[in-house]
Protein backbone atom coordinates (compact mmCIF):
# COMPACT_ATOMS: atom_id res chain seq x y z
CA UNK A 1 0.00 0.00 0.00
CA UNK A 2 0.89 3.53 -0.19
CA UNK A 3 0.74 6.46 2.80
CA UNK A 4 0.85 10.06 1.33
CA UNK A 5 1.29 13.33 3.64
CA UNK A 6 0.25 16.34 2.04
CA UNK A 7 1.70 19.73 3.31
CA UNK A 8 2.40 23.20 2.00
CA UNK A 9 -0.86 24.96 2.33
CA UNK A 10 -1.71 28.00 3.69
CA UNK A 11 -3.02 31.65 3.61
CA UNK A 12 -2.49 33.66 0.20
CA UNK A 13 -3.46 36.78 -1.68
CA UNK A 14 -5.58 36.35 -5.19
CA UNK A 15 -2.73 36.71 -7.63
CA UNK A 16 -0.21 34.48 -5.11
CA UNK A 17 1.40 31.26 -5.29
CA UNK A 18 1.66 27.90 -3.43
CA UNK A 19 3.65 24.99 -3.77
CA UNK A 20 2.23 22.01 -2.50
CA UNK A 21 3.98 18.70 -1.11
CA UNK A 22 2.98 15.13 -1.33
CA UNK A 23 5.39 12.78 0.38
CA UNK A 24 4.31 9.08 -0.32
CA UNK A 25 5.75 6.40 1.43
CA UNK A 26 5.06 2.74 1.24
CA UNK A 27 5.11 0.43 -2.21
CA UNK A 28 4.69 3.61 -4.52
CA UNK A 29 6.30 0.88 -6.94
CA UNK A 30 3.21 -0.35 -7.09
CA UNK A 31 1.12 2.82 -8.09
CA UNK A 32 0.86 4.00 -11.59
CA UNK A 33 -0.15 7.62 -10.95
CA UNK A 34 -0.74 10.31 -8.33
CA UNK A 35 -2.80 12.91 -8.75
CA UNK A 36 -4.26 16.06 -6.54
CA UNK A 37 -8.01 16.29 -6.21
CA UNK A 38 -9.65 19.44 -3.75
CA UNK A 39 -12.33 19.56 -1.79
CA UNK A 40 -14.02 22.64 -0.84
CA UNK A 41 -16.90 23.40 2.02
CA UNK A 42 -20.19 21.24 1.12
CA UNK A 43 -18.53 20.76 -2.30
CA UNK A 44 -17.77 16.94 -3.91
CA UNK A 45 -14.03 16.17 -3.73
CA UNK A 46 -12.53 17.61 -7.81
CA UNK A 47 -9.99 16.25 -9.71
CA UNK A 48 -7.01 18.97 -10.12
CA UNK A 49 -4.23 17.18 -11.64
CA UNK A 50 -2.57 13.52 -11.37
CA UNK A 51 1.04 12.39 -12.92
CA UNK A 52 2.57 8.90 -13.91
CA UNK A 53 5.58 8.13 -12.07
CA UNK A 54 7.09 6.49 -15.19
CA UNK A 55 7.66 8.66 -17.43
CA UNK A 56 6.02 12.10 -15.69
CA UNK A 57 2.83 12.34 -18.21
CA UNK A 58 0.13 14.63 -16.34
CA UNK A 59 -3.35 15.28 -16.89
CA UNK A 60 -5.39 18.35 -15.42
CA UNK A 61 -8.62 19.80 -15.18
CA UNK A 62 -9.35 22.32 -16.75
CA UNK A 63 -9.77 24.86 -13.81
CA UNK A 64 -5.57 24.07 -13.79
CA UNK A 65 -4.99 23.95 -16.97
CA UNK A 66 -2.05 26.98 -17.37
CA UNK A 67 -2.30 28.09 -13.98
CA UNK A 68 -1.01 24.84 -12.25
CA UNK A 69 1.83 22.50 -12.87
CA UNK A 70 2.04 19.04 -11.33
CA UNK A 71 5.49 17.38 -11.17
CA UNK A 72 7.46 14.41 -9.71
CA UNK A 73 10.52 13.46 -8.20
CA UNK A 74 10.50 9.76 -8.05
CA UNK A 75 14.16 9.68 -5.94
CA UNK A 76 12.12 11.16 -2.92
CA UNK A 77 8.35 9.65 -3.66
CA UNK A 78 7.31 13.48 -3.58
CA UNK A 79 4.73 14.35 -5.86
CA UNK A 80 4.09 18.64 -6.19
CA UNK A 81 1.67 20.65 -7.31
CA UNK A 82 2.59 24.31 -8.05
CA UNK A 83 -0.07 26.68 -8.15
CA UNK A 84 0.32 30.16 -9.51
CA UNK A 85 -2.75 32.82 -9.90
CA UNK A 86 -4.50 31.70 -7.26
CA UNK A 87 -8.39 32.74 -7.19
CA UNK A 88 -10.37 32.78 -4.04
CA UNK A 89 -12.60 29.60 -5.78
CA UNK A 90 -9.07 27.51 -5.59
CA UNK A 91 -10.01 27.48 -1.58
CA UNK A 92 -10.05 24.31 -0.46
CA UNK A 93 -8.38 21.64 1.28
CA UNK A 94 -5.85 19.59 -1.37
CA UNK A 95 -5.75 16.04 -1.21
CA UNK A 96 -3.48 13.17 -2.87
CA UNK A 97 -3.45 9.77 -3.95
CA UNK A 98 -2.44 7.00 -5.68
CA UNK A 99 -4.04 4.80 -8.38
CA UNK A 100 -3.81 2.52 -11.16
CA UNK A 101 -4.07 4.57 -14.25
CA UNK A 102 -3.75 8.39 -15.23
CA UNK A 103 -7.51 9.68 -14.48
CA UNK A 104 -9.74 12.08 -13.03
CA UNK A 105 -12.14 9.51 -11.57
CA UNK A 106 -12.40 9.76 -7.69
CA UNK A 107 -13.15 6.32 -7.54
CA UNK A 108 -10.00 4.71 -9.09
CA UNK A 109 -7.20 6.64 -6.14
CA UNK A 110 -7.02 5.32 -3.30
CA UNK A 111 -4.46 5.91 -0.34
CA UNK A 112 -5.60 9.53 0.54
CA UNK A 113 -3.32 11.57 3.27
CA UNK A 114 -4.73 13.90 5.61
CA UNK A 115 -4.98 17.06 3.12
CA UNK A 116 -3.66 20.68 3.40
CA UNK A 117 -5.54 23.61 3.71
CA UNK A 118 -5.09 26.35 1.11
CA UNK A 119 -7.12 29.91 1.60
CA UNK A 120 -6.77 32.07 -1.02
CA UNK A 121 -8.32 35.66 0.09
CA UNK A 122 -9.97 38.13 -2.21
Known amino acids: QVQVVESGGGLVQAGGSLRLSCAASGRTFSSYAMGWFRQAPGKEREFVAA????????YYADSAKGRFTISRDNAKNTVYLQMNSLKPEDTAVYYCSAADALTANRAEYNFWGRGTQVTVSS
Open 51 to 58: IKWSGGIT
